[in-house]
């Protein structure tokens, strides 16, 4: 599917805003404790502190990572996404189980370094996205045309701001339908994450009948 025909089927492309400044500012401010964590565990000063500090930088790579992912919809049904976040949430769990004495500081330094490069590598995956999202004047008593959606994964054919339909190509590529409202405009989005060239959107099979994608009579229960 080229743009140009998405747009000839009545679909405009929508501008997603650049979140990273936002995840990165946290995320920046996260790195000196755990350095701090690794220093106080070489050197032997201070290391009643080494949890304290450990946490700390946990807890500001989980803001880091929320804003990241907040800036699109979906994100977290990507597999390197979710799985860097729930190792970070994990993270601050670990630090406590270090205070406790159960587990070794050094697993714990470990065990957030590695969390925090998870996290790094899938803000990039978050950031780098070519951002190809598309979408089209709604009703929302308008139910979702299925019958022009071929091997989709249908959540509910009414309308919501939440994710109606989508379609997997691998873990961490795939395209979701959802609604979105702005003021009195009611819009359906077609938002594919994880493509980063507009050749391989080219190449990328949606399983849409596109002339048939249009408000209509569909009335077809979720």
Same mark, same amino acid.
């Given at each position: ?6 747009? @000839? ?23 000196? /404790? ?6 106080? %565990? ?91 999202? !598309?979408?089209? =004047? %709604? =009703?929302?008593?308008?139910?979702? /045309? ?5 091997? %989709? ?19 961490? @590529? ?7 409202? =702005?003021?009195?405009?009611? !819009? ?7 493509? @980063? ?13 596109? /002339? ?11």
């Amino acid at each position: 599917m080229d743009v140009r025909k998405m747009r @000839q089927f009545g679909w405009r492309t929508v501008q997603i805003e650049n979140r990273a400044s936002k995840a990165l500012f946290p995320m920046a401010w996260g790195f000196l /404790p755990l350095a701090f964590s690794w220093i106080m %565990w070489f050197t032997g000063v201070s290391s009643e502190f080494i949890p304290w500090f450990g946490a700390t930088s946990m807890f500001l790579m989980l803001i880091g990572g929320l804003a990241g992912v907040s800036s699109r919809v979906g994100t977290l049904n990507a597999s390197k996404v979710g799985v860097a976040l729930v190792s970070i949430c994990f993270g601050v769990m670990v630090w406590a189980l270090v205070a406790q004495g159960t587990v070794g500081v050094l697993f714990g330094l470990l065990y957030s370094s590695v969390s925090i490069y998870l996290l790094v590598k899938a803000l990039d995956f978050i950031f780098k996205d070519a951002g190809y999202v !598309f979408e089209m =004047d %709604w =009703d929302v008593k308008e139910k979702l /045309p299925v019958d022009a959606l071929n091997d %989709w994964d249908i959540k509910t054919t009414r309308f919501s701001q939440t994710c109606m339909a989508t379609k997997r190509f691998n873990g961490n @590529q795939f395209v979701q339908i959802y609604g979105a409202v =702005d003021g009195n405009s009611v !819009f359906l989005r077609f938002d594919l994450f994880g493509c @980063q060239s507009r050749e391989e959107f080219k190449n990328l099979n949606f399983g849409i009948e596109w /002339p048939e994608f249009k408000l209509g009579d569909t009335t077809q229960e979720e």
